[in-house]
């Protein structure tokens, strides 16, 4: 059974940080491409950060500076560091893990994780 945890979120100042952590289990972590998308009430979910299997990382514009990806195969764990937050990074925070095989794609979802900030 694959399964993807989330946690770390919480609730946080404006310009202060946090970590969110996500955890694979039922997967071989090291061979798929790993993201973090949001989603903000009444908005779509949007792609945050993604991290290829072999490291390569690519942020969204609004979190450029701000957010670092990054994941360790030996915990298979990925992990989105947020600093300078702001009230728009309010959001229900999900990690994605997701390969290709044969074609066909292999995507799966955490349940996500709330990360709300304010003063």
């Known amino acids: 059974q694959v399964q993807l945890v989330e946690s770390g979120g919480g609730l946080v100042q404006p310009g202060g940080s946090l970590r969110l952590s996500c955890t694979a289990s039922g997967i071989t972590f090291s061979i798929y491409d790993m993201a973090w998308y949001r989603q903000a009430p009444g908005k779509q979910r949007e792609l945050v950060a993604t991290?290829?299997?072999?490291?390569?990382?690519n942020y969204a514009d609004s979190v450029k500076g701000r957010f670092t990806i990054s994941r360790d195969n030996t915990e298979n764990t990925v992990y989105l560091q947020m600093n300078s937050l702001k009230p728009e990074d309010t959001a229900v925070y999900y990690c994605n893990g997701a390969r290709a095989t044969m074609g066909v794609p292999l995507i799966y979802w955490g349940q996500g994780t709330q990360v709300t900030v304010s003063s």
């Open positions: 991290i290829t299997r072999g490291g390569s990382t």
